[in-house]
Nanobody
């Protein structure tokens, strides 16, 4: 099994910055993709940012230029630096990792961390 522990969610004001962190632990041979998703009330989860094992990054259109995803393979962690936060960024943010462990690949989710942007 793999455990994901998220941290960093908070109540902040518009324009503020916030950094989310996610640490993976457990049994796996390697981590493939690492990503952050968010979910608004009553909506499906949407991709915020992802980073592949070779470092290729991908961002949702609404966060491009404001959010940056960081990956530390030595610590099996992924972070999301969020700058210039807007009220519409308010959501529950979830860490997601895809791991390799014989005999296949497996997808895991964190428990979610609340980010609220409000004045």
């Amino acid at each position: 099994q793999v455990q994901l522990v998220e941290s960093g969610g908070d109540l902040v004001q518009p324009g503020d910055s916030l950094r989310l962190s996610c640490a993976a632990s457990g049994s796996f041979d390697r981590i493939n993709n690492m990503a952050w998703y968010r979910q608004f009330p009553g909506k499906e989860r949407e991709l915020v940012a992802s980073v592949s094992s070779d470092g290729t990054q991908n961002y949702g259109d609404s966060v491009k230029g404001r959010f940056t995803i960081y990956r530390d393979n030595s610590k099996s962690t992924v972070a999301l630096q969020m700058n210039s936060l807007k009220p519409e960024d308010t959501a529950v943010y979830y860490c997601n990792v895809q791991i390799q462990r014989f005999p296949g690949t497996y997808n895991y989710w964190g428990q979610g961390t609340q980010v609220t942007v409000s004045s």
